[in-house]
């Protein structure tokens, strides 16, 4: 090979890397032309801001005020996007042993020993679905009611502990996959809840797992009923 076929090879190689470097030079400025841009415009604030909220933003849920014989309460979305509930439920009393009280006179029948004869009830909270598809906004609350804790109008609780299960998801789709992103890095939860004493039809946020401190702050703060057995059994 001569000298100026060998030249000419070492040219075009020279050449090509060049072009190459020149190349991914050019890319590496448009990156940061774009970086520049979205940083300027205030784009990229946008969506760190929005990433931030995801992971310190949450949704909660707060006992208002009695309202009759129910509850009004509020539900936060403390997030960026709309949520929408998938899934409200109030779970009542199952076999703790409660105390109501009686809110007038009433007459009850005896069995054939001369014993009242309880009367049936339910919980009519135990039902409220009303709240499932309710989309909350954006940084928003949503005011709502939940029914009484009895069906009978003459009864009112006076200790009793009540769990809420609910489950939110984002209304936007593709926040839904970002979300369950989110989920499965343990970044995020769409199910949540709250537990609460019901002390003389106030609703008290709680971590207790026994029936026994509601009936013990009922107990503590009404003398009338303090030599009752329930009472005495929890002193």
């Known amino acids: 090979m001569s000298r100026k076929s060998k030249k000419a090879k070492i040219r075009k190689k020279s050449s090509k890397k060049y072009v190459a470097h020149a190349r991914a030079e050019a890319q590496a400025n448009k990156s940061v032309r774009l970086f520049s841009f979205l940083a300027g415009s205030g784009f990229l604030l946008v969506v760190l801001t929005v990433a931030y909220q995801y992971?310190?933003?949450?949704?909660?849920?707060?006992?208002?005020?009695?309202?009759?014989?129910?509850?009004?309460f509020k539900l936060t979305n403390n997030t960026p996007?709309?949520?929408?509930?998938?899934?409200?439920?109030?779970?009542?009393?199952?076999?703790q042993q409660v105390m109501y009280e009686t809110t007038k006179d009433i007459y009850l029948p005896l069995d054939s020993d001369g014993r009242v004869i309880p009367?049936?009830?339910?919980?009519?909270?135990a039902e409220f679905e009303e709240l499932d598809g309710q989309i909350i906004s954006a940084n928003s609350s949503f005011k709502f009611r939940i029914p009484p804790l009895s069906n009978l109008s003459w009864m009112r609780p006076n200790a009793t502990i009540v769990n809420i299960h609910y489950?939110?998801?984002?209304?936007?789709?593709?926040?839904?996959?970002?979300?369950?992103?989110?989920?499965?890095f343990g970044f995020n939860s769409n199910e949540y809840s709250?537990?609460?004493?019901?002390?003389?039809?106030?609703?008290?946020?709680?971590?207790?797992?026994?029936?026994e401190e509601a009936v013990r702050i009922y107990c503590r703060e009404n003398s009338d009923t303090v030599s009752t057995k329930l009472c005495m059994e929890k002193r």
């Open 167 to 184: 489950q939110l998801e984002s209304s936007n789709r593709l926040l839904q996959l970002f979300e369950r992103a989110l989920a499965i």
């Open 55 to 72: 992971l310190s933003g949450d949704a909660s849920l707060e006992y208002v005020q009695p309202v009759g014989r129910a509850y009004e």
């Open 194 to 211: 709250s537990k609460y004493i019901v002390i003389d039809n106030y609703w008290i946020p709680s971590q207790s797992e026994s029936i």
């Open 119 to 125: 009367p049936v009830s339910y919980v009519p909270a």
């Open 81 to 95: 996007s709309d949520k929408v509930v998938l899934r409200f439920r109030v779970d009542p009393p199952g076999n």
